[in-house]
């Protein structure tokens, strides 16, 4: 059976098996039942096996990384789906546990917690990620894609990308026509948790109704 090779960050998870407490509050609400995410609904219409190793609040070097470590598994007639995350985001080596911790900036300036900074400083964060915010970040994930599309030639698999994020959306992605992908799949349907529990859990991440928008919406991109 052919694969789905599915690398990202939230947006690309599978509900059930993120550690975001959120998610929890939302199964809650939906009598301890989540949906089906639009990677699982996607691998379903089209028969393919599923691989998700898509992690919440990775950074882009982690989804890269990702694809690296498992890349020797391709196959031939395999599809190969990234979506990049925010460009801002980046990761540290935690100088306690000696693994990567990804720095997502608004999220570190909401809790100002220096535990979570591993002792370096909130304004070298912020210096790091103002720079960040230079298009010239964007080339480095345009090397990328020579490599992963070339490697994917090689291997004999079909490669898409995607992304939420506007600065890295170029013609040539999913959806990218399409300025805002995220505005686009909201104004042809599409629901964020927020908007689904009806303002009572305050989540921008697709609900039930977003991941169907968004899998129907991939599909007629594949075919």
């Not at 919440?56 to 470590?69: A, L, M, T």
């Not at 460009?87 to 570190?108: A, E, M, W």
């Not at 697709?206 to 169907?212: D, L, S, Y």
Request: net charge neutral.
């Amino acid at each position: 059976m052919n694969r789905l090779w599915v690398f990202g960050d939230n947006s690309s998870c599978v509900f059930g098996k993120t550690k975001e407490r959120r998610f929890e509050y939302y199964k809650k609400y939906r009598n301890d039942n989540f949906p089906i995410s639009w990677s699982e609904l996607l691998s379903n219409k089209i028969n393919f096996k599923l691989n998700n190793y898509a992690i919440e609040g990775q950074s882009n070097y982690d989804i890269f990384e990702w694809f690296c470590k498992t890349s020797n598994r391709f196959q031939q007639n395999d599809i190969v789906l990234i979506g990049w995350s925010n460009i801002r985001n980046y990761r540290l080596v935690d100088q306690h546990s000696g693994d990567y911790v990804t720095v997502r900036p608004n999220v570190i300036k909401k809790s100002n917690d220096l535990k979570f900074l591993n002792g370096i400083e909130l304004n070298t964060i912020d210096e790091i990620s103002n720079n960040r915010n230079n298009n010239k970040w964007i080339e480095e994930i345009n090397a990328w894609e020579v490599l992963i599309k070339g490697y994917c030639q090689l291997k004999g698999c079909k490669v898409l990308f995607w992304s939420f994020d506007e600065k890295l959306n170029k013609p040539s992605y999913i959806g990218g026509e399409h300025k805002n992908l995220r505005d686009y799949l909201i104004s042809i349907g599409a629901e964020d948790i927020f908007a689904e529990t009806n303002s009572l859990l305050n989540d921008k991440h697709f609900g039930e109704k977003g991941h169907f928008i968004q899998s129907e919406y991939f599909h007629t991109f594949l075919i």
